[in-house]
């Protein structure tokens, strides 16, 4: 087979680049494939109730949507399934407008899942996988803390078995409104998960701890004494499942929704395969995971399920525990199967505050307040933005996916105002030979009745404005002044405003009887000046290649003026 016919193969069906397995390969991606699985299996369960599904759907999620996501991916070493920001998500936007485990609520989590899952393979198949740099780091801090302290509270009453409210409990407090059974299971599943992680973090933790409390509680015939348990669960394969057409209204209440989860959700898929691809020293393809995930989404819909991600902690601990290729998830995917076809009456008897446990050991590693402080040491707007959106995600819940929207907005509202007020500076001459800011290090101009400026930004609509008047406030205060100097080597680009502001310049400092001085401008910028008809020679308009050139030319420009 051909080259170019075996590279437009492997472009359609990217698990056709998977290293050839050998022995040490497969050896070391079934231990890892192995200790992924037998997390995933407990996570998903507990995910599930997070987001208001069956519980036998955090299964489904974990096995067709994760074979999808390895096998078209270019970042193999994935943990895909259930994860927590995802599973809130949804649990929070489709509160009030199902019951959760409803067949309704069933149908609006897969039409969630089909809809996102459909958003990103657009995206990715249009090449426009930068969108996703519109949720700058600062907005997703302040949503992954509050997310998680959201999470965190959710899991409060089932970790501690309280059978009531927390209202409840405030208006008559009484001990009688715990389950001690309930609280003993889900306080020592805690404990137990937060001492294995820190003894070792790729131990396969969660599902001995599901094991152990399962058959405490089958022990002790906790279920037949009405304790909160799993419950039965389905075997078997999912079925093809069809949600049904939306409404109208039920189609405008998801789009939001839909947006956030799309975002977050892959933002989590980014984080991790920026990690896996920079130990592996290869590039990310960020539209070929765009196409995977959200194909893999769609998937799940269509089994039932609801949408799932990547999970930073399944991912690393895939890497940690020796993971090479794909071949790994895989053997994860084996161990889920066998669990759904033969091991699901096991999981009959695990507690739900085990569980909670599970969920609540997952979401403290998100909790991470001192990000949030360096960010204010590194920018004060930037931090402000990522507490705006923790409270509003906070204060909006369970639409919390306004948080999200009112923090992009505000940083895209900062982006423009940087743009608007760039950095415009009169130059001087350094001691140590470098053009600095003449009114800050208090130089002496460079030559007299000249104006020489350096602005470091792109000649767009955006600082065009802010160009012109810098000039011609200090032409208007300074009469004498005949000559501008543009220090235009930052300048990369130049739009037809940019083109527009250019010639009024020249004009304006032709009408003094003066002249233009450009140095340094970049060919992308000198090409459209050019075709504008702007950059011919003229009296009135002097063009130099380097600094150093104009410097030379504005010394003989102040020794004619005597100075």
């Known amino acids: ?6 590279a437009a193969l492997q472009r359609w069906f990217p698990f056709l680049a998977w290293p ?4 040490d390969l497969l050896r070391a991606d079934f231990w890892a494939g192995m200790t992924v699985g037998l997390m995933l299996v407990p996570q998903g369960v507990a995910y599930a109730a997070l987001a208001g ?3 036998v759907t955090g299964i489904y999620a974990s096995l067709l949507p994760a074979l999808v996501a390895v096998l078209w991916s270019s970042s193999t070493r994935l943990g895909v399934g259930p994860t927590a920001l995802t599973s809130l998500l ?11 485990g409803s067949a309704h609520w069933v149908a609006l989590a897969a039409w969630m899942a089909i809809l996102s899952g459909v958003v990103q393979v657009v995206l990715g198949a249009a090449r426009f996988g930068w969108l996703l740099n519109l949720v700058t780091s ?4 302040g949503f992954t803390q509050a997310a998680a302290l959201l999470i965190l509270a959710s899991q409060l009453p089932a970790l501690l078995g309280l059978r009531t409210t927390w209202h409840a409990l405030a208006v008559n407090p009484s001990i009688h409104h715990f389950d001690p059974v309930a609280l003993a299971f889900g306080l020592g599943s805690l404990a137990l998960l937060v001492v294995a992680r820190r003894w070792r973090s790729s131990f396969p933790a969660a599902i001995v701890v599901v094991g152990l409390a399962a058959f405490a509680s089958w022990a002790m015939g906790y279920a037949d004494r009405q304790g909160a348990v799993v419950g039965h669960l389905p075997a078997g394969l999912p079925s093809p499942y069809w949600p ?5 209204d039920e189609l405008g209440g998801l789009l939001l929704p839909v947006l956030v989860v799309t975002l977050v959700s892959f933002l989590e898929t980014a984080s991790s395969a920026k990690v896996e691809h920079g130990r592996g020293g290869t590039r990310w393809n960020e ?3 765009l196409i995977a995930h959200g194909m893999a989404k769609v998937s799940s819909g269509l089994c039932g399920s609801f949408a799932t991600s990547a999970s930073f902690s399944r991912s690393a601990i895939n890497l940690y525990a020796g993971a090479r290729s794909g071949w790994a998830t895989l053997f994860a995917l084996l161990l889920v199967l066998a669990v759904l076809l033969w091991l699901t009456p096991a999981l009959y008897h695990v507690p739900q505050s085990v569980l909670a446990a599970v969920v609540v050991t997952a979401v403290t590693g998100l909790i991470k307040p001192a990000g949030m402080w360096r960010l204010a040491r590194v920018s004060r707007v930037e931090a402000a933005i990522g507490g705006i959106t923790f409270a509003l995600t906070l204060a909006t819940a369970p639409r919390m996916y306004w948080g999200v929207l009112a923090g992009m907005f505000m940083s895209l509202a900062h982006f423009l105002y940087q743009r608007l007020h760039p950095r415009i500076i009169e130059v001087g001459m350094h001691p140590d030979g470098s053009l600095r800011d003449r009114h800050l290090w208090q130089l002496p101009p460079l030559a007299p009745r000249l104006l020489a400026l350096r602005m470091d930004a792109e000649l767009d609509f955006a600082s065009a404005a802010a160009l012109e008047r810098c000039v011609a406030d200090h032409l208007a205060q300074h009469p004498d002044v005949q000559h501008v100097c543009l220090f235009a080597l930052p300048i990369n680009r130049v739009d037809v405003t940019g083109v527009e502001t250019f010639g009024r310049l020249k004009l304006l400092v032709q009408g003094r009887g003066g002249v233009l001085h450009v140095s340094g401008l970049k060919l992308p910028a000198d090409q459209v000046l050019r075709r504008a008809g702007l950059l011919e020679p003229a009296p009135h308009l002097a063009m ?3 600094d150093a050139e104009a410097l030379n030319a504005l010394a003989r420009l102040r020794d004619t003026t005597g100075v």
Request: net charge positive; no cysteine; aromatic share 10%.
């Open 544 to 546: 130099y290649r380097t």
């Open 20 to 23: 050839r397995p050998d022995r």
């Open 90 to 100: 949804i649990g929070a936007s489709l509160s009030g407008m199902a019951e959760p």
């Open 53 to 55: 599904m069956p519980l």
């Open 138 to 141: 600062p907005v997703l801090n």
């Open 1 to 6: 087979m051909s080259f170019s016919r075996t």
């Open 244 to 248: 049904g057409w939306l409404s109208w």
């Open 287 to 289: 539209n070929q995971d």
